[in-house]
Nanobody, 123 residues
Framework: QVELVESGGGLVQAGDSLRLSCAASGRTFTDYVMGWFRQAPGKEREFVAAITWSGLVTRYIEPVKGRFTIFADNAKNTVYLQMNSLRVEDTAVYYC????????????????WGQGTRVTVSS
């Protein structure tokens, strides 16, 4: 079992930065890839970014490339999503997720989810 707890959401203005955190725990969480998904109002949940615990492999969707950075702190068992140059269209509930690479990155249907943290970007 893997437990994920997100934090760091909030209300910001367009152009601002925000950092989301996801603390992971459980017996085998290091076996999994970590990722962030988001669900905007009225839209389906979408994959945003993923990282291996080694930090050697990352993936991003095109709209966030160059603005968002996913990174991991193994000592703290925490994965972060640094979001810069935020846009109104980044407004969503952001979810941390964990699973093996095919499930999380390819199929985008991970088994483990956090509770979500809301990010609101105003114009």
């Amino acid at each position: 079992q893997v437990e994920l707890v997100e934090s760091g959401g909030g209300l910001v203005q367009a152009g601002d930065s925000l950092r989301l955190s996801c603390a992971a725990s459980g017996r085998t969480f290091t076996d999994y890839v970590m990722g962030w998904f988001r669900q905007a109002p009225g839209k389906e949940r979408e994959f945003v970014a993923a990282i291996t615990w080694s930090g050697l492999v990352t993936r991003y969707i095109e709209p966030v490339k160059g603005r968002f950075t996913i990174f991991a702190d193994n000592a703290k068992n925490t994965v972060y999503l640094q979001m810069n140059s935020l846009r109104v269209e980044d407004t969503a509930v952001y979810y941390c997720a964990a699973d093996r690479w095919p499930a999380l990155v390819v199929q985008r249907e991970p088994n483990y989810w956090g509770q979500g943290t809301r990010v609101t970007v105003s114009s």
